[in-house]
């Protein structure tokens, strides 16, 4: 039984490293590759092009985002505790 719990809070907890990561590295990766196509069709290669949109579309996501990352780690975070209780065996 106490393999059972650690096992689903690992893959618990991977699901949710994903859930909270994949939808803004998705967004940054759209970004990047829109502003690579750009560069490479007018040719210029300017660090700076290439930084600040990925930038400002991190920051954006994460105004965004935030609300419901902080939601999904507290339920998150409830739930684990909870789940160190039962293995531990406190009332």
Do not use: Y
């Not at 393999?3 to 990561?21: E, H, K, M, P």
């Not at 803004?24 to 007018?42: C, E």
């Not at 954006?60 to 609300?67: D, F, Q």
């Amino acid at each position: 039984m106490e393999n059972d719990i650690v096992a689903q809070s690992l893959r618990d907890s991977l699901w949710i490293t994903l859930q909270l990561g994949a939808p803004l590295l998705v967004a940054l990766l759209a970004v990047g590759l829109a502003v690579s196509v750009v560069q490479a069709l007018t040719q210029v290669q300017e660090a700076s092009l290439a930084f600040l949109p990925k930038l400002a579309v991190a920051g954006g996501g994460l105004m965004l985002l935030g609300p419901f990352m902080a939601g999904a780690l507290r339920d998150w975070t409830i739930t684990l505790f909870d789940r160190m209780v039962t293995l531990g065996g406190l009332p």
